[in-house]
């Protein structure tokens, strides 16, 4: 079981509005590129590999374009996109109000049977395959790292 101190931040705000975000690769991809995550398998490098440990559920990282990064991967080539806030699941603040029993109706189908009394997520794929179901990704926070996985592809432009 993963515990949910292990993977999340001490805080997550929600997003609004349409989100700039950001997506580093070794690879030069091209100026214009829809980032795939059917794709996304074939360009893991160390942090991806050690997050689709958790799960192989597909899916593209990113961070918030305001959010820090890694000096590995920060050398690589930056790619840029737009999502709407909206249509992202907020990890953290959801389950911390589900356990409160404040969720509303589509975040208690996403978290039922999936979260554990104490907060944590005994099944992270089934986790993924549920939010999918209404949302295009996920939004956390990892130390000083605000993280977002899409499922869908998007559309971004290398930024260099």
Do not use: C, W
């Amino acid at each position: 079981m993963i515990k949910l101190q292990d993977i999340l931040g001490e805080s997550e705000s929600k997003l609004s509005g349409n989100v700039k975000i950001k997506h580093y690769s070794k690879n030069d991809l091209g100026s214009i590129v829809t980032l795939s995550p059917r794709q996304a398998k074939n360009f893991k490098n160390y942090y991806t590999n050690n997050d689709y440990k958790l799960s192989d559920f597909p899916r593209v990282f990113y961070y918030t374009y305001d959010s820090n990064v890694e000096l590995q991967v920060k050398s690589q080539h930056k790619y840029v996109g737009t999502v709407k806030g909206n249509r992202l699941f907020y990890l953290k603040y959801s389950i911390e109000r589900f356990l409160n029993k404040e969720s509303d109706d589509i975040e208690n189908k996403i978290l039922k049977g999936i979260v554990t009394v104490s907060g944590g997520i005994n099944n992270y794929d089934m986790l993924l395959k549920r939010i999918k179901k209404y949302y295009d990704g996920v939004y956390y926070t990892v130390g000083n790292y605000k993280i977002i996985n899409m499922f869908i592809d998007l559309k971004v432009k290398r930024e260099d």
